[in-house]
């Protein structure tokens, strides 16, 4: 089928890199990467990957809206005993 495509100016530098690299015709470049593009799309059996949740092991007492201050608290217990150390 013969048709008139307008390709963006960025698209058709794209393209002309990939004619010049692959040492293909316009026309072929143009109907591989085509092609390439609806298989792509056809690609929705494919299940979304997904990150097993796991447990944190928490303390139940640790309030986790507190965290900053938590740590905070715990710094500074880190470096006053580090200091009476050096006594």
């Known amino acids: 089928m013969r048709t008139t495509v307008t390709l963006d100016p960025d698209v058709a530098v794209a393209l002309q890199k990939i004619v010049r690299e692959r040492g293909l015709s316009f026309k072929e470049a143009l109907?591989?990467?085509v092609r390439a593009g609806?298989?792509?799309g056809r690609r929705q059996d494919v299940p979304p990957y997904r990150v097993p949740s796991r447990s944190?092991?928490?303390r139940p007492d640790v309030d986790?809206?507190?965290?900053?201050?938590?740590?905070?608290?715990?710094?500074?217990a880190e470096i006053?005993?580090?200091l009476e150390l050096r006594k």
Do not use: H, Q
């Open 31 to 33: 109907n591989t990467l």
């Open 56 to 58: 944190l092991g928490l």
């Open 80 to 82: 006053i005993s580090k």
């Open 38 to 40: 609806l298989a792509a």
């Open 64 to 76: 986790l809206d507190k965290a900053l201050r938590l740590t905070s608290e715990l710094e500074d």
